[in-house]
């Protein structure tokens, strides 16, 4: 045992009122009244919820035959304030692929995101904690960094993880295509027709307005938060971004996915609807490093004490 907390099931201060008042109905006779300070006792420290820290905390888990793969626009365009009303589209972005994986516990997650490059940010892994820290962790490049956006940069290891799923053969590939849709460095979209092979489920995510936003992003170099401007003329203007349903569209049509614009989590739920519908699960027993549970330790004398109390009561009548 490394590691002992506690997280009282009653606060502690009523816990010891309580406590009070049943020692203040004294028992008579000595042995009968530690009986009770010791049940007194034993109550209060269940009330406690002691638990130590174990690598081997047995749990149920679901399992599900499904390897979902998330890519993720990580271009400044996504920090555009057009979500929700004036959110930043990467705030809808983190909430919503939360959303997912909350919904899907048990398959088996692969994220992506590109931005001037393509980032394997984590290969096939059901540790929604550790994607969900990842996706927490993105954040779009300076804008003296970025060289624009470019959807197509994402096709060759989009498909690579789709072939590799699809190898594995024991379970279904499902995909969320997470972006505005716009391209910005002057290069068309390619088709993906060509590495939907495999592909049997989930959506293209869009983010933005036709109305387009703003977009901000916190400088690390200069401590600052900085407003991204349009330097194509002077004086420079902000810049602003908008979603590119056309891109959005051929996307979705090319691998076979529906298109989904998103104004909150929720509506993504007739795609995970299909997705579940597709997908077996099962329970596995498992372990993981966490907190174990020992206030069951003192339910056993508790028991063998009240069980004394009431067979001395029953027989004193």
């Known amino acids: 045992m490394d590691k002992i907390t506690f997280e009282p099931m009653i606060p502690i201060w009523l816990m010891v009122i309580i406590c009070i008042g049943l ?91 590109f931005n001037n490059d393509v980032n394997l940010i984590a290969p096939f892994t059901d540790d929604t904690s550790y994607i969900k820290s990842a996706v927490n962790s993105i954040y779009p490049l300076a804008d003296y960094h970025a060289t624009g956006t470019n959807i197509n940069v994402s096709k060759k290891l989009l498909g ?65 938060v900085v407003l991204v401007e349009d330097k194509r003329s002077y004086p420079y203007e902000p810049a602003i971004s908008y979603i590119d349903e056309d891109n959005l569209e051929q996307l979705a049509d090319d691998m076979g996915l529906t298109y989904v614009h998103m104004y909150d989590s929720e509506d993504i739920d007739p795609v995970l609807d299909d997705v579940m519908g597709l997908l077996d699960a099962e329970e596995e027993e498992t372990t993981k490093y966490g907190y174990a549970d020992v206030y069951f330790w003192f339910v056993y004398p508790l028991a063998a004490l009240v069980a004394y109390e009431f067979i001395s009561v029953k027989r004193r009548a």
């Open 23 to 113: 020692l203040a109905i004294k028992r008579k006779g000595i042995i009968p009244y530690v009986r009770q300070c010791l049940i007194v006792l034993l109550l209060f420290a269940i009330n406690l919820r002691p638990m130590y820290v174990s690598d081997e905390v047995k749990v149920m888990r679901q399992k599900l035959n499904c390897y979902c793969i998330i890519v993720i626009d990580d271009t400044l365009s996504m920090m555009a304030e057009d979500y929700n009303g004036s959110e930043p589209r990467m705030n809808g972005v983190k909430a919503d692929v939360e959303y997912i994986t909350e919904k899907m516990v048990g398959a088996k997650f692969c994220l992506i995101d």
């Open 160 to 224: 690579q993880m789709i072939d590799n799923a699809t190898i594995l053969g024991d379970g279904h590939v499902v995909v969320f295509f997470i972006t505005d849709g716009e391209n910005t460095d002057k290069n068309t979209l390619d088709s993906f027709a060509d590495i939907a092979d495999g592909i049997e489920g989930g959506a293209v995510m869009g983010y933005g307005t036709d109305k387009g936003g703003q977009m901000h992003y916190y400088d690390e170099l200069y401590d600052e």
